[in-house]
């Protein structure tokens, strides 16, 4: 059972920068797929960022493109977000998951293809 703990959510005003971290219990984190999801109120949890096994391959969510960056650190089992240029309607909870994975190449952006799942961290954008 691979655990996620999300950090570095917070407040920060529009035009400004965060940094989310997702650190992995597991030790051969670097088999896994990674992805980034966010859930607004009201709304359904979607597709932010993703990273392929070993970092071959990243995918955005046109919303957040040349905006955020996800990247990872095998040694410390880490994938981060880099979240720069942050608008109001980025505000809300975002949440890790992860997904073993053969391909070095594929990324996973449906909710469906991840197993493992943080517990979310807020993000809120003021104008």
């Known amino acids: 059972q691979v655990q996620l703990l999300e950090s570095g959510g917070g407040l920060v005003q529009a035009g400004g920068s965060l940094r989310l971290s997702c650190a992995a219990s597991e030790r051969t984190f670097v088999s896994y797929a990674v992805g980034w999801f966010r859930q607004a109120p009201g709304k359904e949890r979607e597709f932010v960022a993703g990273?392929?096994?070993?970092?071959?391959?990243?995918v955005y969510a046109d919303s957040v493109k040349d905006r955020f960056t996800i990247s990872r650190d095998n040694a410390d089992n880490t994938v981060y977000l880099q979240m720069d240029s942050l608008k109001p309607e980025d505000t809300a909870v975002y949440y890790c998951a992860a997904t073993y994975s053969w391909s070095t190449v594929v990324v996973r952006t449906t909710r469906r293809e991840y197993d493992y799942w943080g517990q979310g961290s807020q993000v809120t954008v003021s104008s």
């Open positions: 990273i392929s096994r070993s970092a071959g391959n990243t």
